[in-house]
């Protein structure tokens, strides 16, 4: 199994920007496709966006399109989420997950593994 921890999640003015990172541990990380998951008080659990275990087919939410973008470093044993133009509906607690299938999924329970989340506010 693998072990998440998120990080780079704060407080910024809209339009802003964060970079937020996931680093994993355990059993080979090259073997996941990863995703980012966020959850606002109130809302269920909602997909950002994910990445094959390649790093190849980033999908992305239409809410976020054009404005994240998720990459990996297999390397580093780390996936990143880069968040551009934030604005307050962002606001949430970002979640990083693993899926031990081949190709990048969008729902939440297709992923076995999750970190504990990181607080990102977004403010007007």
């Known amino acids: 199994q693998v072990q998440l921890v998120e990080s780079g999640g704060g407080l910024v003015q809209a339009g802003g920007s964060l970079r937020l990172s996931c680093a994993a541990s355990?059993?080979?990380?090259?073997?996941?496709?990863m995703g980012w998951f966020r959850q606002a008080p109130g809302k269920e659990r909602e997909f950002v966006a994910t990445i094959s275990r390649s790093a190849g087919s980033p999908y992305y939410s239409d809410s976020v399109k054009g404005r994240f973008t998720i990459s990996r470093g297999n390397a580093k044993n780390t996936v990143y989420l880069q968040m551009n133009s934030l604005k307050p509906e962002d606001t949430a607690v970002y979640y990083c997950?693993?899926?031990?299938?081949?190709?990048?999924?969008?729902?939440?329970?297709?992923?076995?593994?999750w970190g504990q989340g990181t607080q990102v506010t977004v403010s007007s």
């Open positions: 355990g059993r080979s990380f090259s073997s996941y496709a």
């Open positions: 997950a693993a899926s031990e299938t081949i190709v990048a999924v969008t729902r939440s329970r297709d992923y076995e593994y």
